[in-house]
């Protein structure tokens, strides 16, 4: 209950913020990798043009193996989102994930119909997809378009193959990083209690909300920690 007060700040800041400074048009974000079983790092852009009235945005994620790790893992995972800028945050119209030399899995998005179509190796699905609905390459940049609540947030995230709804709740916290101190908001996944999965993202308060944290255990039962290393910013207006 102490953080109530800042959060009803927050929520006002972040609303504030969104329609009084222009957004950057492009962002790049190096990132440092750990895993329980090597090292490595991820370069991440995101591109926000103008374009006949509406906001765009793209998405690139490259992931590698760095030192001894590339010998055994030296294919790179490419994952990409893009979509529209909305007031209620990033409207996504199609993802995907490449592994090395693998088909990508791909989500496309049908907003009309709320239909999300999901192509995983040699199969097809659809499923009625809710309001909110983002990849997890989107969400990790959501709050920077739109107010974050109170308490806690809850999103249908695209992992995989599967559409899931995910509750977070929200938490304030200090990081020390490889550039400096930040002031960051903590969402943490709550899980089911028997579940292997595990996420929690530092988003920088003062800095566009900006993810420069994210620890996560996927499925498979592998560690995952990010953690921001650079950070580069352009305003120059992109159409």
Known sequence: M???????LLGLFISTWAMATDLPSRIKIKYAVKTDIGEGEIDEVIVIKHIEGKA??????????????????PNSI??????FITPKGLRPVRAYEKRGQKKPSVAEFDWKNHVITLHHKEHQAKEIMPDGTLDRLSMSY??????????HVERHIINGDTLQLSRYTI???????????MET??????????SKLKRKLWLALNNHMLPVRIVSVEDNGR????????????YKTEH
């Open 56 to 73: 765009h945005y793209s998405i690139n994620s490259e992931a590698q193996a760095t030192g001894m790790f590339k010998l055994i893992e």
């Open 171 to 181: 938490t304030k916290e200090t990081l020390d990083t490889p550039i400096g101190k």
């Open 223 to 234: 560690e995952i920690e990010k953690m921001v290393t650079e950070v580069n910013i352009s």
């Open 142 to 151: 959501n709050f920077m378009f739109t107010a974050l609540p109170k308490h």
């Open 78 to 83: 490419i994952r990409h989102s893009e979509g």
């Open 2 to 8: 102490k953080f109530a007060p800042l959060f009803l």
């Open 185 to 194: 908001v903590v969402l943490t996944r709550q899980e089911e209690k028997h």
